[in-house]
């Protein structure tokens, strides 16, 4: 089983808000994540053909990003992968019938303002900031802004984090209004050139 085939069990089962693929998240990206108003749920798939080596660097990503992580692979992972991640870190099993739960996911407490805050574009983490009378910050460089971030205590998560699935979910908003814009101008081209008379 290959990972279209694994995103394929996978996609239906993401309920409400919407799931983004491929999203950056510290220095690697997650294969799938499941934004809602009240979680961000982070999916690494692992097909047959893959390997676990990426799980150390993957692993710490994800878990200073996301309030709940999940590993989707197929049967010959779970022995190996089991002892790599911590009783809080889910595991299904992605199999012919489906996709098996090994092991719900559970709240991860390890969520940090800088992880979180990084999801989005520099310019929207300065307006975030600059929104809650934060001044100076518009100067700041993308590596200074997560710094404050770190430090501060002027910033909770919980409103960051709301502010960030936001902003994620409104983003995916304008990429489908965005989309329909295009796709009704090649529309309107395509019926101009159908009526354009033959000479």
């Not at 290959?2 to 990206?29: C, H």
């Not at 080596?53 to 993957?58: I, M």
């Not at 990003?65 to 190996?80: G, I, L, M, Q």
């Not at 098996?100 to 990084?118: F, G, I, K, Q, S």
Request: aromatic share 6%; net charge positive; proline share 6%.
């Amino acid at each position: 089983m290959n990972d279209p085939e694994i995103r394929v069990l996978l996609y239906p089962l993401l309920q409400g808000g919407l799931y983004v693929d491929e999203l950056p998240t510290g220095t690697t990206r997650a294969d799938v994540v499941h934004i809602t108003e009240h979680f961000m749920h982070g999916y690494e798939l692992k097909g047959d053909a893959d390997t676990l080596q990426r799980v150390a660097k993957q692993l710490p990503c994800y878990a200073k990003a996301y309030d709940f992580v999940t590993f989707v692979v197929t049967e010959k992972h779970v022995p190996k992968l089991r002892p790599l991640l911590p009783e809080w870190v889910g595991i299904q099993v992605a199999t012919a019938e489906g996709l098996r739960t090994e092991r719900p996911a559970l709240y991860n407490a390890t969520v940090e303002r800088p992880a979180v805050a990084a999801l989005l574009r520099h310019s929207e983490v300065q307006q975030y900031l600059l929104a809650r009378g934060l001044p100076g910050v518009s100067t700041l460089r993308r590596r200074e802004v997560l710094s404050f971030l770190r430090t501060t205590r002027l910033v909770s998560l919980a409103d960051l984090a709301q502010h960030v699935r936001e902003r994620l979910m409104g983003r995916m908003d304008e990429r489908l209004a965005v989309r329909a814009e295009r796709k009704a101008e090649r529309e309107r081209i395509a019926s101009r050139r159908r009526r354009k008379p033959k000479k």
